[in-house]
């Protein structure tokens, strides 16, 4: 699987993605910042370099069980000589390096291994290099955030299969419509946005026509920890019997509770930073 983004470095914007777990550098985008005519030319030279021949070799040995060490010494003898000449291209071509690769369409590009590409950038600018580790920091934090973003939201979904069985077999009578099943689940599912957000969603579609999705798209990770647990919550109330008023009020005063403690850890893990 191939995930790919940008971020931006000194107003440049440099490609990134993720290949088999590895993540990659477009080290074109790199060059630009030392040639924006010729970025080939700029890796090319950088090559050609004994020292960085013997950076991927050493980077290849540690992490690629196929590299082809032979070849290597062969590239790292020549290195450094006039007439020598290194390619991307060549290098994988001839080693087997994972450490680099050339992707064509509209990501193409030479593409380098964060350690790789970190110490490309150092070659072209320490400055440019500070910033870019920076940046791609930055876009890490991001993503852990929407994986865990999205791990809740997941959950909350499972969740829901839960509360709507629970409905299936305790609130809806033995012989009804498609139509008639449909309006119970929303009602219920509308129990829960009214206990969590104090509107149906119908209300919040009203409200916000120009968004799409539904309420719950939009939700905060703290909202969708807290709606999950009504969900359960509100499928034991049904299997026990209680009437919706009364799981309705339940459920707002748990949420209340629920969202004042996680809203003050938040607010404490914020002010420790």
């Known amino acids: 699987m191939v995930r790919k983004d940008e971020i931006i470095v000194k107003d440049a914007v440099i490609k990134t993605m993720s290949r088999e777990g590895i993540d990659y550098i477009c080290i074109t985008d790199i060059a630009k910042q030392k040639n ?10 950088w090559m050609r370099n004994r020292n960085t021949i013997e950076f991927l070799g050493i980077w290849e040995t540690l992490y690629n069980p196929s590299f082809n060490p032979l070849e290597f010494e062969g590239f790292r003898k020549q290195a450094g000589l006039n007439a020598f000449t290194l390619s991307p291209t060549q290098w994988i071509g001839a080693t087997g390096a994972i450490g680099i690769i050339s992707q064509s369409g509209r990501y193409g590009g030479t593409y380098a291994q964060t350690d790789i590409a970190f110490e490309f950038a150092s070659w072209i600018s320490v ?54 099943m449909t309006f119970i689940y929303a009602n219920e599912a509308d129990v829960l946005n ?55 009020r339940k459920l707002n005063t748990i949420a209340i509770q629920q969202m004042s403690v996680l809203e003050e850890r938040a607010s404490s893990r914020e002010l420790l930073k």
Request: hydrophobic share 40%; net charge neutral; proline share 3%.
């Open 36 to 45: 924006w005519m010729d970025p080939n030319g700029v890796i090319a030279n």
């Open 127 to 180: 400055e440019f290099r500070l910033y870019l580790v920076k940046e791609f920091q930055r876009l890490k934090t991001e993503e852990q955030k929407l994986i865990g973003w999205t791990a809740k939201r997941e959950l909350s979904k499972i969740n829901y299969r839960i509360h709507t069985d629970a409905i299936k077999q305790n609130l809806i009578p033995a012989e009804v419509s498609e139509k008639q």
């Open 194 to 248: 009214v206990a969590m957000f104090g509107m149906t969603a119908k209300e919040w579609r009203d409200a916000n026509p120009e968004l799409k999705g539904n309420i719950r798209d939009y939700a905060t990770i703290n909202q969708l920890i807290c709606l999950s647990n009504l969900e359960n919550l509100n499928a034991v109330f049904i299997n026990d019997g209680m009437p919706q008023a009364e799981r309705l």
